[in-house]
């Protein structure tokens, strides 16, 4: 079936410092990929998204590229501030065999020091 | 506009005691979805409903576990009787559309349960 994985965590960077969180994927089909963000205490929100091969998802200065040739979707942003400590979820939807359910990586926590 | 709301936000049982949760989603959405997320672990889909009717069920575990959702809005998942494994916080889901690849789901801030 359908399957994300993403690197474990806790990544534990320096503010200003870059980041990376890769993610990469199992699906038949052509699935959107996406990234989730979950900050203390609340729900997750959506932080960026690309619908096909070579789109890249943009947003709050992150960024995220799909890959079809690598399988991969991985996270990056320049430079981090402490604001982006959260946990961050990989996840595609529309791939046949998972039933165009969403499936959800495990997580990555990220915590920034000032 | 204000987003999906869940209630209760904590709660306690001991095994075989009962609990339900409920999830009042985004105005206008029709679809909405209950997931079980387990500590360290992503979300897991537990049902999916269009309206009032289900879409997706397959990972419900259906003796213990039940959900309704009547005129299409709000929705309650039961558990019945809980064991000690469904610790773990039940996240509300909602989205405008039925199916496509591109959807964004709008989050709740969950319910998390401790089974003692």
């Known amino acids: 079936g359908d399957s994300v994985t993403q690197m474990e965590g806790p990544v534990t960077l320096s503010e200003e410092a870059f980041l990376t969180i890769n993610c990469t994927y199992t699906?038949?089909?052509?699935?959107?990929l996406f990234w989730y963000v979950q900050y203390p205490g609340e729900g997750l929100q959506l932080l960026l998204k690309?619908?096909?091969?070579?789109d890249k998802g943009s947003n709050k200065g992150f960024e995220a590229t799909y890959r079809k040739e690598t399988t991969s979707f991985h996270l990056e942003k320049g430079s981090v501030q402490v604001s982006d400590s959260a946990v961050y979820f990989c996840?595609?939807?529309?791939?046949?065999?998972?039933?165009?359910?969403?499936?959800f990586g495990a997580g990555t926590r990220l915590f920034v020091k000032a | 506009e204000a987003g999906v709301a869940q209630s209760p936000r904590y709660k306690i049982i001991e095994k075989r005691q009962s609990v339900a949760f409920w999830c009042n989603p985004i105005?206008?959405?029709?679809?909405l979805y209950w997931y079980q997320q387990i500590l360290g672990q992503g979300p897991k889909l537990l049902i999916q409903?269009?309206?009032?009717?289900?879409?997706?069920d397959s990972q419900l575990p259906k003796d213990r576990f039940s959900a309704e959702r009547l005129k299409g809005v709000d929705s309650t998942l039961k558990i019945q009787p809980a064991k000690l494994e469904d610790s773990a916080v039940y996240l509300c889901?909602?989205?405008?559309?039925?199916?496509?690849?591109?959807?964004?789901?709008?989050f709740g801030p969950g319910t998390r349960l401790t089974v003692t």
């Open positions: 889901a909602s989205s405008t559309r039925v199916s496509g690849r591109s959807y964004e789901q709008y």
């Open positions: 699906a038949t089909g052509y699935p959107s």
């Open positions: 690309a619908t096909k091969a070579d």
């Open positions: 996840a595609l939807s529309g791939g046949y065999t998972g039933g165009f359910k969403t499936i």
């Open positions: 105005s206008g959405h029709a679809t």
């Open positions: 409903f269009q309206n009032n009717g289900v879409v997706d």
